[in-house]
Antibody, heavy 120, light 108 residues
């Protein structure tokens, strides 16, 4: 059973860099794609980007200039950095696995989410 | 820009009734690239369907999906109390993942 455990700072000030890590247990990063998704309070889901074990990334074009997703295969972890945050980046951030074997890359395992609040 | 529009925004039904949720794409997509999720308050989304009509592991058969082209549907044949939640569709394409805005299924 794959489990995703995520952590990171929950309170940031405007212009700081958001940094989150997601550890994968019970599975390997060697397959599939590993995603970050966020959800502002009371709103819908927004895909941030993904990465595979080789470090190949894809980003949401609206966030691309501020986002970096990286992988550490030795620790079975992925990380998210989002720079120059504003209040609009306040959200619950999730890591999730996208199944590479299926065209829809459905997100079948999710972390519990980390609420990140940006204040001035 | 590719957009998924879900309707209705809120659906009020009673346990035992049938629920029909719609997801419309701004341009034609292959059903292979369409999935559905359920999200309850304070929880991460849960995968329900992929490839438009294939149930994910552990999903009861009262959930079914259909559709093609630009119009996709999630049907819950007989609502159970635990089915009241928010439902999202998603499409995976060349620009990554696009989510619909969600349909809230509430108890009438």
């Amino acid at each position: 059973q794959v489990q995703l455990q995520q952590w990171g700072a929950g309170l940031l000030k405007t212009s700081e860099t958001l940094s989150l890590t997601c550890a994968v247990y019970g599975g390997s990063l060697s397959y599939d794609y590993w995603n970050w998704i966020r959800q502002p309070p009371g709103k819908g889901l927004e895909w941030i980007g993904d990465i595979n074990h080789s470090g190949n990334t894809n980003y949401n074009s609206s966030l691309k200039s501020r986002v970096t997703i990286s992988v550490d295969t030795s620790k079975n972890q992925i990380s998210l950095k989002l720079k120059s945050v504003t209040a609009a980046d306040t959200a619950v951030y999730y890591c999730a696995r996208g199944m590479a074997a299926l065209a829809a890359r459905p997100l079948d395992y999710w972390g519990r989410g980390t609420l990140v609040t940006v204040s001035s | 820009e590719f957009v998924l529009t879900q309707s209705p925004g809120t659906l009020s039904l009673s346990p035992g009734e049938r629920a029909t949720l719609s997801c419309r794409a701004s341009q034609s997509v292959s059903s292979d690239y369409l999935a559905w999720y359920q999200q309850k308050p304070g929880q991460a989304p849960r995968l329900l369907m992929y490839g438009a009509s294939s149930r994910a592991t552990g999903i009861p058969d009262r959930f079914s999906g259909s559709g093609s082209g630009t119009d996709f549907t999630l049907t819950i044949s007989r609502l159970e109390p635990e089915d009241f939640a928010v439902y999202y569709c998603h499409q995976y394409g060349s620009s990554g993942y696009t989510f619909g805005q969600g349909t809230k299924l509430e108890i009438k």
